[in-house]
């Protein structure tokens, strides 16, 4: 895939955002990470902010830094918004389910004082880090993978041009009558612009992503793809204007299917597709953390050749990322 051109803000901790696009993986990373003030919550918050640009985020975000400031309970050390990020970590590094980690708050609850400020549910916790969240699409697509409903050329149909499938379920009103229900299919959407602006916007992340081209030791020994003799010929070939910018970001586009209900005699599949980037340090460059999730198809059937349709809105925001970047915001 062609590399990215991308601007960071590595010299600027005032306006970077999160690393990661999953939250678990902002918190660790923000957290752990040195500031001047030694106060990683206030470097989150640092981080959020930049993103925020609407009135209702903004108001989230003025919450969001008084949970800060509030201690879990009287003289506490730990603020509410710092017990609530470690307990959804932890949540989302062991897989505990809603109702799981619904109970694990009750006890704790009972553990501490009475007058506690921790969240009685998870959906209260998450309310709680909801400015950190990004972007989420959700695109209507052909029951029989024909289109998405998607762009402007098919975004208001309600059925598909080709095999003329209804685009939309149909349901029965109270009185009798045929009411439209939900859609037949949907395409979950995770764009990749955001998530890769909070990459750069983070020091430490930033760092990471030139390291193949600052850092990295360079001989006539194999050890990462920018050793390869592929990647020195993409670079002063085809791209020699640009290829030397450090900046740019070598994506692999991967893809498969899952049941994700984990019977295996279902007849079901979901398949998911991944983004891995190149310019990482082979110790990171397959870690969980640092692989995005652009695209996630709905089952139950396989979309098979027809992927292609499901694969345009990626490729399409890959080539305007090429072509025009990702500016600071």
């Not at 590399?3 to 306006?15: K, S």
């Not at 939309?168 to 009185?175: N, V």
């Not at 030139?210 to 050890?223: A, I, L, N, S």
């Not at 990482?280 to 397959?286: F, G, N, T």
């Amino acid at each position: 895939m062609p590399d990215v051109a991308i601007h960071d803000a590595d010299e600027e901790p005032g306006v970077n955002t999160e690393p990661m696009a999953t939250v678990n993986n902002v918190f660790r990373n923000t957290l752990a990470d040195d500031t001047e003030d030694n106060d990683g919550i206030s470097q989150l918050l640092r981080n959020v902010e930049t993103g925020c640009l609407s009135e209702r985020q903004l108001r989230k975000l003025e919450k969001m830094r008084q949970d800060g400031k509030t201690p879990l309970y009287r003289n506490c050390p730990i603020s509410k918004l710092e017990a609530d990020i470690m307990l959804l970590e932890f949540k989302s590094t062991n897989g505990l389910s809603d109702k799981g980690f619904d109970q694990l708050l009750g006890i704790i609850r009972k553990m501490l004082p009475e007058k506690n400020e921790l969240p009685e549910k998870t959906y209260l916790a998450k309310q709680m880090i909801c400015p950190i969240g990004l972007e989420v699409e959700k695109i209507h697509a052909c029951s029989n993978d024909c289109i998405l409903y998607h762009g402007e050329k098919y975004k208001d149909l309600d059925k598909c041009p080709k095999c003329e499938a209804p685009r939309y379920k149909e349901g029965l009103s109270d009185e009798g009558t045929k009411t439209r229900g939900g859609p037949v299919k949907v395409v979950w959407y995770f764009p990749i612009a955001p998530r890769v602006h909070r990459l750069f916007a983070c020091a430490k992340s930033a760092k990471l992503l030139r390291w193949h081209g600052e850092e990295r030791k360079k001989d006539t020994m194999m050890r990462h793809p920018a050793d390869g003799h592929d990647w020195r010929t993409v670079n002063t070939m085809f791209y020699k204007d640009i290829g030397g910018e450090v900046r740019h970001l070598w994506f692999a586009l991967s893809t498969d299917g899952m049941n994700p209900f984990d019977q295996v005699r279902r007849n079901h599949s979901t398949w998911l597709v991944t983004l891995c980037i190149y310019n990482l340090p082979p110790s990171v460059c397959m870690k969980r953390s640092y692989i995005q999730m652009p695209l996630l198809i709905q089952g139950p059937r396989q979309p098979r050749n027809d992927i292609d349709v499901f694969l345009k809105p990626v490729i399409d925001e890959l080539v305007e990322m090429f072509e025009k970047g990702v500016p600071d915001v």
